[in-house]
């Protein structure tokens, strides 16, 4: 039984004493408060995630842009659920914590990164691509809570490791006498002993580091890359190599790794 004058509401034919809860009505659930923050927070994770996944692509790399965009625009969809999502079902007399769900990305982009790192005889490739997808997942993160400058920083601090800090890790290692090449030589011809014989030859011991089959022009070609260490300038070595019968190119790789 209600007093006079205290408030109340009608559900179903029935009075309930007391206030409704603010935010539990239709309209509170299609509210456009904050739509413009939305907006601007999936645009500028669009712009930053394609711009990550641009250089991934140019290498010709196993996630590219369409990877890095859609996992940063869910990253940024999850973040914004969080922290808009629910207050209007839950009204302003219940607590919630914004960072529950945004919490649970960090784990469900773990499982994704994993699908791009490869093992094979002892050697580990595409820890660079995962990292950048995680990356990708924080920019939209950070773009979600309103940080976007701060994920514009991390984009270009991004492109200053890439593309500075490979050549300059290359640097340091032929410093050291250590330079990784990649040898493309046919399949079926036994190579792998003249390699060797010519590392030997130019002053360089040789360690192979990966291989890779592929199919060219002329049939099947095998991608080595090995690491070589010696004292001698590193073009007595790449002529030597390039020289050899059944060898179709030699490359230096200036990241030190295929990655």
């Known amino acids: 039984?209600?007093?006079p004058g205290s408030p109340s509401f009608r559900i179903g034919g029935r009075t309930i004493p007391g206030s409704p809860r603010k935010g539990a009505g239709v309209g509170a659930l299609f509210s456009l408060n904050h739509v413009g923050a939305q907006v601007?927070?999936?645009?500028a994770t669009f712009i930053l995630c394609l711009t990550l996944g641009a250089e991934r692509h140019v290498r010709h790399k196993d996630a590219g842009v369409k990877t890095h965009v859609l996992v940063g625009l869910g990253s940024c969809l999850f973040?914004?659920?969080?922290?808009?999502g629910f207050a209007p079902v839950t009204g302003a007399d219940v607590s919630v914590d914004p960072s529950r769900v945004a919490a649970q990305i960090v784990s469900g982009i773990g499982f994704l990164g994993a699908g791009v790192i490869f093992v094979n005889n002892d050697t580990v490739r595409g820890l660079t691509t995962a990292a950048t997808v995680w990356l990708s997942a924080a920019i939209g993160m950070a773009c979600g809570a309103g940080m976007i400058p701060l994920a514009a920083t991390a984009v270009a601090l991004d492109y200053v490791v890439v593309l500075l800090l490979g050549p300059l890790t290359s640097r340091l290692q032929r410093r050291r006498g250590e330079v990784t090449v990649r040898i493309d030589y046919q399949v079926g011809?036994?190579?792998?002993?003249?390699i060797?014989?010519?590392?030997?030859?130019?002053g360089f011991t040789a360690t192979l580091e990966e291989t890779e089959m592929t199919r060219g022009e002329h049939g099947r070609i095998m991608n080595a890359v090995m690491r070589f260490h010696g004292k001698?300038?590193?073009?007595?070595?790449?002529?030597?190599l390039s020289g050899l019968d059944g060898v179709d190119g030699v490359e230096c790789l200036e990241g030190g790794r295929l990655d």
Request: glycine residues 0%.
């Open 1 to 3: 039984m209600t007093r």
């Open 40 to 43: 601007v927070a999936m645009t």
């Open 79 to 84: 973040t914004l659920v969080s922290a808009y």
């Open 189 to 194: 011809r036994a190579i792998m002993p003249e």
């Open 196 to 202: 060797l014989q010519a590392a030997t030859a130019s």
């Open 232 to 240: 001698r300038p590193t073009a007595h070595l790449i002529e030597a």
